[in-house]
Antibody
């Protein structure tokens, strides 16, 4: 059974860097069938794709976040990581780790982790 | 960026009735469209991909149709567990989501 588990600080100060990890069990992140990615949902708002990574290490980012986002993979630990720099209150959201089928739809989601940006 | 617009924002439906949700893309996404169900405190659940293919384990009362810029999700007979927010998502060019339709009990 595939499981994705997000972890990281629940509170980040403005202008600092948000860092999250997603631990994947039940599948390998180096599978060529899937992408892996991050999606977020601000309180009371809709879903926003942040970016994705392929097993080759190729990354794809939302144009609106590209300048502040880095997604990487630690294959030895079967983990993904997300870093968002220079955060503001607008980055407050539930952050989801996701498995993305080659076509681009998300077939597995983590449970999500709330990150609040506040001093 | 491809903008996805969902309507209505809220749909009030009685249990057992049919619900029809719409999703429009600002440019053609071919059939690269998915639908998700989202309940409070839970992760989204994939319902439909490829505009009309039900995901594994999704009941037959959920159906998707459309192509290009106009798409529809139909729930043929609403069950109590179907009251939730529904999102469409295109994956023809990057990934973008619609704003959601909340299906509430009438």
């Amino acid at each position: 059974q595939l499981q994705l588990q997000e972890s990281g600080p629940g509170l980040v100060k403005p202008s600092e860097t948000l860092s999250l990890t997603c631990t994947v069990s039940g599948d390998s992140i180096i599978s060529s069938y899937y992408y892996w990615g991050w999606i977020r949902q601000p309180p009371g708002k809709g879903l926003e794709w942040i970016g994705s990574i392929y097993y080759s290490g190729t990354t794809y980012y939302s144009p609106s976040l590209e300048s502040r986002v880095t997604i990487s993979a630690v294959t030895s630990r079967n983990q993904l990581s997300l870093k968002v720099t220079s955060v503001t209150a607008a980055d407050t959201a539930v952050y989801y780790c996701a498995r993305i089928r080659g076509g681009g739809h998300v077939d597995y989601w983590g449970q999500g982790t709330l990150v609040t940006v506040s001093s | 960026e491809i903008v996805m617009t969902q309507s209505p924002a809220t749909l009030s439906v009685s249990p057992g009735e049919r619900a029809t949700l719409s999703c429009r893309a600002s440019q053609s996404v071919n059939n690269n469209l998915a639908w998700y169900q989202k309940k409070p405190g839970q992760a989204p659940r994939l319902l439909i991909y490829g505009a009309s293919t039900r995901a594994t384990g999704i009941p037959a009362r959920f159906s998707g149709s459309g192509s290009g810029t106009e798409f529809t999700l139909t729930i043929s007979s609403l069950q109590s567990e179907d009251f939730a927010v529904y999102y469409c998502q295109q994956y023809n060019y990057w990934l973008t989501f619609g704003g959601g339709t909340k299906v509430e009990i009438k």
